[in-house]
């Protein structure tokens, strides 16, 4: 079983004041910061965009982890990339096989690694599954997209299961982000479900809130 690694999620702070949720994420030891990038029609939310993902790189060494809730990813992932991106995920809800195909050219010719998102309605299609061993990370999330503060809703933990399942019979060793507020009381909650579960086959990294207890 590898480490679980905290990611923590720069959308749950306050948007006036990012810097300090990635300085937080670096004294509260994160292993990596998240991105969470939304659109307006993806989710019914808009964030932030490559401009502000620069502007933080200049304050952090850690690696950035941008989830793209959006629409039509192929006409920013060179932005995101540039801006300084050290993984980029894409949600399979808006992607064929060979759509994945040409952004996971454009993401490894900058020397950067990719990741697939799931909703929690939405199961990995086929294409998918045919490219877990190409893939670094395979965000299932755990909330609707749209907005930082829902907690981890535990019915997909079934989900979670099959896909662990999965995996393993694949021989896969791509890493899985639980993705869904994760905050102390829910943090052990989790930890007492996997522990009765097959997840800890699942090499995992949760996104958790930033907190002022991190690195306090």
Known sequence: MNPIRIAPSILAWDLGDLREAVEISIR???????????????????????????????HCDLKFDTHLMIDHPQQYVEKFLDAGSDILTFHVEVLNGKMFDELQDSVRRKGKEVGLALKPSTNLPDWAIKRLP??????????????????????????????????????????????????????????????????????????MIPSRRLGS
Do not use: C
Not at 31 to 54: E, S
Not at 148 to 168: F, R, V, Y
């Open 28 to 58: 509260g030891g994160a292993d990596q910061v998240h991105l969470d990038v939304i659109d307006g029609h993806f989710a019914p939310n808009i964030t932030f965009g490559p401009g502000t993902v620069k502007a933080l790189r200049k």
């Open 134 to 207: 190409e893939l670094n990370l395979l965000n299932i999330m755990t909330v609707n997209p749209g907005f930082s503060g829902q907690a981890m809703d535990m019915s997909t933990m079934p989900k979670l299961e099959k896909i662990a399942s999965l995996l393993k019979r694949k021989g896969s060793e791509v890493d899985v982000e639980i993705d869904g507020e994760l905050s102390q009381r829910m943090s052990k909650k989790w930890l007492r479900e996997v522990e009765t579960s097959s997840l800890p086959e699942l090499a995992s990294t949760l996104r």
